[in-house]
């Protein structure tokens, strides 16, 4: 994992604003995502895109990939939320000072939050949670960062989350004296698989690069058991590739 110092210039980019949703989805039932398309004209991509996500990563083309270089610090958590649809953390403007770059683009981190098991899956299955790291950059283009989760040692960032875990869907809570620094969520490798996509929940918004790190981070058993009373599975079915390349650092 690299860490960088940006100059003031690189600091000043826009936050995407977070997902409100003025028709209810939800991921099975009447509202689920077979039905998202009908929900409400603004989500008619989830059932007419064609680089939709998540998706099973199977063949792979290795190629000279940029690194990726996360900058990260250390601050108060003031946006933790159950949205109704997992729990998340956000980030409002003027902005975070955490960051992905990615050669010479670089992404504003807005927002993360979790599912279980893994939407995205790797030679046919599925990890134990996810984490998604959502980023916007200054010309408006988004990427996701998926760092898988598989159960093992406890982690210490997110128990730091859990601890404050809102057990009920409602608004942004701050937790007083606590701070978070979203480089506890990440492996020490980096190395990635990437590929376009799009959001893996309503509006299903086309034109996001995702990447998926190779490399999964340890969750205990009892942190997976404590989302899972609250959100047991949380992900939408994996969609087709229809001819998207995935490529793959070496």
């Not at 990726?68 to 949205?83: A, M, Q, W």
């Not at 020490?188 to 929940?201: C, E, I, P, Q, V």
């Amino acid at each position: 994992m690299t860490f960088v110092v940006l100059t003031a210039t690189a600091l000043l980019v826009p936050v995407i604003s977070q997902a409100q949703w003025k028709t209810p989805w939800d991921y099975e039932g009447k509202a689920g995502a077979e039905h998202w398309a009908s929900l409400d004209p603004d989500y008619a991509v989830c059932g007419s895109g064609k680089e939709q996500s998540p998706i099973d990563i199977q063949a792979t083309q290795k190629a000279e990939l940029p690194a990726l270089r996360f900058v990260d610090e250390s601050s108060p958590l003031k946006y933790l939320i159950n949205n109704g649809h997992s729990i998340r953390v956000d980030y409002h403007a003027p902005g975070s000072g955490d960051w992905l770059i990615v050669g010479d683009q670089h992404y504003q981190l807005t927002q993360f939050h979790f599912h279980r098991p893994s939407e995205e899956y790797v030679h046919g299955k599925p990890y134990d949670m996810a984490l998604h790291l959502m980023y916007e950059a200054s010309d408006g283009k988004v990427a996701g960062v998926t760092v898988l989760l598989k159960s093992g040692r406890a982690n210490t960032t997110i128990q730091q989350l859990w601890d404050h875990m809102p057990m009920t869907p409602g608004k942004e809570q701050e937790i007083p004296g606590v701070e978070i620094n979203p480089a506890g969520l990440l492996p020490r490798d980096t190395s990635y698989y990437t590929y376009m996509g799009s959001l893996s929940a309503p509006p299903c918004t086309e034109g996001v690069t995702w990447y998926v790190l190779k490399t999964p981070v340890e969750i205990s058993a009892k942190q997976i058991t404590a989302f899972a009373k609250l959100y047991p599975r949380n992900v939408r079915a994996l969609q087709p590739l229809n001819g998207r390349i995935v490529k793959e650092s070496r």
